[in-house]
């Protein structure tokens, strides 16, 4: 295992006087994310930045990996009949009430959480908590709103299917972890969404909007004793019943490939990955510098484009395909890391083993100046990704669930700063070498190399 030498270079990095100092002075600075926990278990966590305006939600531990085969797309059709009426409010009072408030009220669903939030006035704090206890507590789940949400969501499952990206991205999760929850559409099949009914959709509600996997979170101006008497008027009495044990079942990842042939397509959109890790794993921060060192690149950067990137170099001035974008994804357990790319079909082969050309490079060559400025890119671009009530409160949600607590700037720049070179290689080795490739293809994908060829280049 490679935690020992991660951890040891964070311990280093905290023995240092010198950046103690520094990370005591930078914490003077910063709002402090406070988290309290109510007795029936939900937490309550705000930064309070003492701005005019503020976002609040609700974060849920209910995505669509909580679902099984039959149910499998309940959770998303649950969030969206959040907004069609609940007993005290029909559909347009709703509507109207947050239309004068000068309020957002937005909903999205994940495979692992699902997520209500209200950007509003400061003053407007209380009745955006009343809004969303109301409509995640009390919607009524009417017969006739529920057949005409069901057209709409088939409709958004059309429009998803001509976005190649996100298309390519579920079959690469089909892919990676088969006949598992995290192999699933967040969506579901469309023989599922034609036969979810009522019970379903309050089946999955009273298993899994329970208040031990609820964070009430706030950021901007929310004063946290205020957002925590609101959680105890609003959602102190909820109890929830569920079956649910609160350990996940493994997601097992499978090195397979998915191969959808269109020869209209002038290009082809692919992805490839091998399994990351989950949030809580300690070689998630190596992975994500070098996620950071492959980088990402498309025509409109030229050959010059990136430059902190060699395989954005490469392809640049060997014309090897139209984009590329390295990602992350983390869950729970486990993750996709991998490259999505784009390419016509005589560059696509070329392009696949020079991507799995530089992961060999991570593993046995990447330079300390490489990896010194992929730590400055990604310190930079965690902060800059906290500019605004709605992103902070998106990062107090999803880290108070995953985490258990909200991770300090200045922690995190010491994890980041106790990465060096050997730590990058021998993380990539560990994830790289020889491990079992999953892919996705969509389009003119008959000049693609055979799995058994590019699974050997992990060796």
Known sequence: MLRRPFLRAVRNVHQSKTLKSALQSKVLNLPE????????????????????TCTVGLWIDAGSRYENEHNNGVAHFLEHMAFKGTSTRTQTGLELEVENMGAHLNACTSREQTIFQAKCLTKDVSQAVDIISDITQSSKYGES????????????????????????????????????PLGRTILGPVENIRGIKRKDLVEFKTNHYIPPKMVLAGAGGVDHEELVQLAEHYFGTS????????????CKFTGSEVRLSDKSMPLVHAAIAVEGCGWVNPESIPLLIANILIGNWDRSHGSGGNIYSKLAHKVGSENLCHSFLSFNTCYKDTGLWGVYLVSDGKSLNDMIYSVQ?????????????????????LMTNSLLLLDGSTPIFEDVGRQILNYGRRIPIPEMEARIDGIDAKVVREV???????????????????????????????C
């Open 239 to 250: 109890c929830g019943q569920s079956d649910f044990s609160g350990i996940l079942d493994p």
């Open 357 to 377: 050309e530089e992961w060999n490079r991570l593993c046995t060559s990447v330079t300390e100046e490489e990896v010194s400025r992929a730590k400055n890119l």
């Open 33 to 52: 994310t406070k988290v309290t926990r109510l007795p029936n278990g939900l937490r309550v966590a705000t930064e309070d930045s003492g701005m005019p």
């Open 145 to 180: 709103e529920i057949e005409v949400e069901r057209g709409v969501i088939l409709r958004e499952m059309q429009e998803i299917d001509m976005n190649l990206q996100e298309l390519v991205f579920d079959h690469l999760h089909a892919a990676a972890f088969q006949n598992t």
């Open 428 to 458: 990539c080795t560990q994830f790289l070498k020889n491990k079992p490739l999953s892919i996705a293809a969509i389009g003119s994908v008959d000049e693609l190399v055979d799995y058994e060829t590019l699974q050997k280049q992990m």
